[in-house]
Structure formats: C-alpha cells, structure tokens
C-alpha cells in the first residue's frame, strides 16, 4: 500500500458528462454540480495522510473555464489542462494513463480516480497488483461493470453522491437500494 499519500485524479471531462447527461439530462445549474471541497474532505477523513488533487482538463480548443480553473486552485487542486493538434487524441484519458503510471512506477501513493470510463482499468489493475488501495468515484449506476470484477481484489467503489456527500441538493437518480436500507417513508 501507498505510504499515507492518497492521489485524486479526476477526469473532468467523464464526470461532467455522467453528471449532464446522464444524471440531470441537462447542463447542470451552479446548485447541482459538485462541491469539489467535500472530496478533498472525504479522502483526508477517510483515507488520512497526505492528499494531492490533480483535475484533468481538456483545453485542446485553447480555451480554459477560468472561473472555475481558479476556484480548483483555490481549494487546492491541481488543474491540468491538456491539448493535442491531433484531434483524434484522447487527452484527457492519455493524461490521466500517464499520471496512473507514474505514480505506481515512484513506488508510492494510493489513487482515487474519478470517472466512468473503463479506458484506465489497465493502470487500476497495475495499482492493485502493487498492494495499492484504489478507488473508484462515480455515480455507482454508469460506472463500467468491469470494475465491479475488481471489488474482491479490493478496488473501492465511491458514489459521488451517497458516500462522499459531494452535492448541495439530492440529484434524481435511480438507483437499487439495498434492502436492509429501504425506508418506505420516502416512497409513500
């Protein structure tokens, strides 16, 4: 396992997307997108140690939201804004391929990466095969199956929403709820 230092690695991109399109099914207002903060909070209270927030960006148009560039920095995150003249490149995953195995060839650091998108299971696999502790944020319900095929090895799977407490508002998702969880009061 890493040694107290957690990395959240965070595909904007993926995250937004999920949340857009298929979550809200529409451009999310200020109200329904993530308090960024709260999963800094998460990692350092769950995970403990040192925290390192890297948010992958796709500024391949040349243009960066600054506002909210400037707000990530603010709360401590590392804004990493990625281009390519090839358009066919896939930044934003080629980034965060190369950021996953880096930290797994410096020997040290534990992962939490936000996304759906089953394009990094080769580098989670690496991670977990060097007894590194991984996590998995998302909204459970669009996050690819072949990570679940990981849970036994001890990948980690984290709603954005029910375990990291990262919105302002209840989102409207559907979602199967565990029976020993069911609360009929709010269906009634």
């Known amino acids: 396992m890493g040694k107290n230092l957690t990395y959240i690695v965070i595909d904007g991109e993926n995250?937004?997307?999920?949340?857009g399109m298929s979550v809200l099914g529409h451009r999310p207002e200020s109200e329904e997108r993530p308090r960024w903060d709260r999963?800094?909070?998460y990692a350092r209270e769950r995970w403990g140690g040192e925290v390192r927030a890297l948010f992958f960006l796709n500024a391949s148009s040349?243009?960066?939201p600054?506002?909210?560039v400037q707000a990530l920095v603010a709360m401590g995150y590392t804004p990493v804004p990625l281009s390519s003249t090839n358009p066919n490149d896939k930044v934003v995953d080629i980034g965060i391929q190369r950021t996953l195995d880096a930290i797994l060839d410096q020997g040290e650091g534990d992962v939490i990466l936000g996304t759906h998108d089953i394009d990094f299971l080769p580098q989670v696999e690496d991670l977990l095969d060097a007894d590194r502790r991984v996590g998995i944020m998302c909204f459970r319900e669009f996050l690819s199956i072949a990570f679940n095929d990981f849970v036994d090895e001890g990948i980690e799977i984290i709603d954005m929403e029910y375990d990291m407490h990262a919105f302002q508002v209840p989102l409207p998702r559907l979602h199967i709820i565990p029976l020993d969880e069911f609360d009929p009061?709010?269906?009634i």
């Open 15 to 19: 995250i937004d997307a999920t949340l």
């Open 185 to 187: 009061t709010k269906i």
């Open 39 to 41: 999963i800094l909070e």
């Open 66 to 68: 600054m506002a909210f």
């Open 62 to 64: 040349g243009h960066l």
